[in-house]
């Protein structure tokens, strides 16, 4: 995830899959333009299809936009096959949480960021990312933007958050 635009009026956050599902897309186009072009073998249209497939199951965005005059966070995702949004306004917001993936054994910590509400968690998006240090400092921007003029959450400290998530390597490490 990372900052598109940082505004007086609004803050926009964007994540998306990144470049694998263009690859496999792209992957899928050219076995098609060979299969057609030299008249090979036309069986090879199931891997074009294989491709194809494997992209759209691959595509995934977010969009989380804070309108600093409204006062509310719209959040918009496309998943594989749906788009969704929702509305959510700054004072229905309790905190603007890290969540460390689990069971997690790998050697890398995977989060994601989530906001805190009265009805539960929503998180912001869809999978985890090795990125633990760059969701803390989005987290602090969000704050600084949801929080103005009403109690402020304690800043996250990055050892204590993975000692919690069960991490005490990953903590020790961090510390």
Excluded at 2 to 7: C, F, P
Excluded at 69 to 85: K, Q
Excluded at 143 to 165: E, S
Aim: proline content about 4%; glycine content about 4%.
């Amino acid at each position: 995830m990372h900052i598109v635009e940082n505004t007086a009026s609004c803050l926009k956050l964007r994540e998306s899959t990144g470049y694998l599902p263009a690859i496999l897309a792209s992957a899928a186009a050219i076995v098609v333009v060979v299969v057609v072009f030299r008249h090979d073998n036309p069986k090879q249209l199931i891997n074009a299809f294989l491709f194809a497939i494997a992209a759209v199951f691959f595509r995934r965005e977010s969009r989380i936009t804070l309108d600093k005059l409204a006062r509310r966070c719209g959040l918009w995702r496309r998943d594989m096959w749906r788009t969704s949004y929702r509305a959510i306004a700054f004072d229905d917001i309790d905190n603007v949480q890290v969540e460390i993936c689990r069971p997690n054994t790998s050697v890398q910590t995977f989060t994601r960021l989530s906001l805190q509400t009265s009805t539960g968690a929503v998180p912001l998006t869809a999978g985890y990312r090795a990125d633990l240090d760059r969701h803390i400092a989005l987290r602090e921007t969000m704050v600084d933007v949801i929080f103005v003029g009403r109690t402020r959450p304690a800043a996250l400290d990055p050892v204590k958050l993975l000692l919690d998530a069960g991490r005490p390597f990953a903590a020790e490490r961090q510390a």
